[in-house]
C-alpha cells in the first residue's frame, strides 16, 4: 500500500463540535427568546455567503438577529455563538500523535465562517498541529464544490494517493472519493482508529486502550 504523507481533516463535527449548526441556532433562539422560523429563514439566505467570507460576523448578525430591536447586544450573542464550540480531546490528541509519528502535512478542509474559525483556531490551539487551513472563509469555495477539494490538493502538493480525508458527512466523503481521495467517514472515534489502521496507519495502543 502506498504510503500515506497528508491527512485532509474537517473541524466541526470530527475535531471540534460544529460551530454554528441547527442546534446551536435551535439553543440561540430559546436562549434569547428569539422567533425561530424567521430566525431560520434568515439563517438560510445568508449563511453561505457568511461561510464563504463575503459577510463578516456582524453584516451577518444585522442581517439574522439585530434587523429589529433586540434585548441584547451583539457582543453578548457572540460570546454565545462561540461557546458553542467544544473540543473532541480524543480526536484532536489522536491527530496530533499521528502527525508526530508519521511526519504526516495536516491540511484542515472546512466550511467556516471567518470569526468562528478564528476563535476555533485560536481557542483550540489547532495552529499547533495542522499545517495549512483550506477555510471557505479564506479562500470563498466551500464543500460540495469540488473546486476546494481540488484547491486542497494544489496546495498540499501531495499525490493523490498519498492523501487520506477525515470527514463526517457522507456526502463530501464520496466527493473526496471521486477524485480519487482515499476517505474515512468520521461517526466515532473508535471506527475512525480502526479505518486508518486499514491504511497502515496504526494507532498506539495506549490510545485505543484509553477510549475502551
Known sequence: MTKISTLFID??????????DH?????A??????????MESRHKINFATFEEGK???????NRVIFYDERSF?????????????????EMLDLIYRLKAKYGLKIVVL???ARELNAHRIQKFKLYAFVDCFISSCFVHLRKPDMDIFRLAIDIAQTPIE???YIENTQMF????????????LHTDFKSTCTQLTSLNLQIDDEITNESS
Open 11 to 20: 473541524i466541526g463535527g470530527v475535531l471540534l463540535t460544529n460551530g454554528w
Open 23 to 27: 442546534q446551536s441556532r435551535q439553543l
Open 29 to 38: 433562539a430559546d436562549h434569547f427568546k428569539l422567533e425561530w422560523s424567521e
Open 55 to 61: 459577510l463578516t460576523l456582524d453584516e451577518y448578525l
Open 73 to 89: 447586544t451583539q457582543s453578548q450573542f457572540k460570546d454565545f455563538m462561540f461557546a458553542q464550540s467544544q473540543p473532541y480531546p
Open 110 to 112: 472546512s466550511n467556516e
Open 162 to 164: 498519498q492523501i487520506v
Open 173 to 184: 466523503v464520496q466527493i473526496a472519493q471521486g477524485l480519487g481521495i482515499k476517505s474515512v
